[in-house]
């Protein structure tokens, strides 16, 4: 079996094993969480509210939090400037927590599984177009936790890493506080918003990541 086959198979098996609580336990959680549940359960927290959000938030690296309901209430209870901070801190976490527990504890399994011309194929995919890869997967439910997963695996640069995750979790951290705060419910909007505005910043930032790695 060949190493982008192998390096393919990995990447599969990363997104159901990330999927897989989403079947078991997601509606459950989701009926927690829906409609002023998440706002009831955060203001449980009083002063410390945003910090069991941001806590929810990196959570959903290992269980299938409605995620978006907790960045939306977040702008409810702290405006669409504070609680789009706190949301944007949460998703950055979260993605950090992926990329450094898989970079330093995952490897040894992702050679078994992939080998080491599969784990080759994953650096060369993530040196090349990476940064694109991060900023724009962040709006995307499992697939997000998944790419920060394979960044860490596939040694992305840091400092690279650090700048697309920012690129894309601050506009989908913003943009569903304000969603929040408006009252509105407007899914196609947010979609847009929080896909075209990392697209944007990572195109007007990549050249300076870039010049600062070379």
């Known amino acids: 079996m060949g190493g982008p086959l192998k390096f393919s198979l990995m990447v599969f098996g990363l997104i159901v094993f990330v999927a897989a609580p ?3 336990f997601g509606e459950q959680l989701e ?4 409609g002023d549940g998440a706002i009831n359960r955060l203001r449980e927290y009083d002063d410390l509210a945003w910090l069991f959000a941001i806590g929810l938030l990196i959570s959903d690296l290992a269980f299938p939090i409605p995620t978006t309901a907790i960045m939306a209430a977040l ?6 400037v504070l609680g789009g901070i706190y949301a944007s801190l949460g998703a950055v976490i979260s993605g950090l927590v992926g990329y450094a527990l898989c970079r330093s504890l995952g490897r040894p399994l992702a ?5 080491e011309q599969g784990l080759a194929q994953g650096e060369t ?5 990476g940064g694109w890869i991060v900023a724009l997967s962040r709006w995307l439910p499992i697939i997000s936790e998944v790419v920060a997963c394979v960044a860490g695996l596939s040694k ?6 650090l700048t697309a995750l920012i690129c894309g979790a601050v506009p989908l ?3 569903y506080a304000t969603i929040g705060y408006l009252g509105g419910d407007r899914p196609v909007l947010t979609l847009a918003i929080s896909a075209i505005l990392p697209f944007i910043i990572w195109w007007l930032v990549r050249p300076l990541v870039r010049r600062r790695g070379s």
């Open 22 to 24: 989403f079947f078991f």
């Open 125 to 129: 995919l993530f040196h090349d177009a």
């Open 111 to 115: 050679l078994k599984l992939a080998g």
């Open 75 to 80: 702008g409810i209870i702290y405006g669409p």
């Open 156 to 161: 992305m640069r840091f400092s690279v890493f």
């Open 31 to 34: 009926q927690l969480f829906d």
């Open 173 to 175: 951290g913003f943009a």
